[in-house]
């Protein structure tokens, strides 16, 4: 583990998780404000929201959660576009279910920022250091070696 190039990336994979564990903790709280309101309640035991809806919300829920493991595993090959298009969906399912009131908008703005840093994060990954070519050749022998040759040759 030693390898610079290996401690870089597993560095880079645990800031990104670290933000992916902060956005998802963002929904949950943005959630958890909306469960006690009157409104929700109803809607909710209402069944007027259709069961498809609850297993999308369930999959975007899922979605910040399975990139914090990730992030610790995937290179910069995967990891920078997977970043980039969970982010896109992040972006577009809380652009599809609009802040009602001012903590929500709070919520919202703050797990906005925190994608877009992920997506800053993601586009700048640095690329791996290249792999050092071994050095040419540069040895001679001793100067006794040459000495000892002309000894052989006398002799």
């Given amino acids: 583990m030693s390898d610079p190039t290996s401690l870089a990336r597993l560095r880079h994979g645990a800031r990104l998780s670290s933000l992916w564990a902060f956005v998802l903790l963002c929904m949950l709280f943005r959630d958890m404000h909306e469960i006690p309101t009157k409104e929700f ?41 997977t970043n980039l298009v969970a982010v896109l969906v992040m972006l577009a399912s809380a652009a599809s279910y609009p802040p009602g009131d001012l903590d929500d908008w709070w919520f919202a703005g703050v797990e906005a920022v925190g994608l877009l840093v992920i997506a800053w994060l993601a586009w700048s990954w640095p690329a791996p250091a290249p792999e050092a070519s071994p050095a040419p050749s540069t040895w001679e022998a001793p100067w006794w070696t040459d000495l000892q040759l002309d000894r052989d040759r006398a002799g």
């Fill in 41 to 81: 309640l109803e809607e909710a035991l209402s069944r007027t929201v259709p069961e498809w809806l609850f297993l999308v919300a369930g999959m975007v829920l899922t979605l910040p959660l399975l990139m914090v493991p990730l992030n610790g595993v995937f290179s910069r090959v995967w990891g920078r576009p």
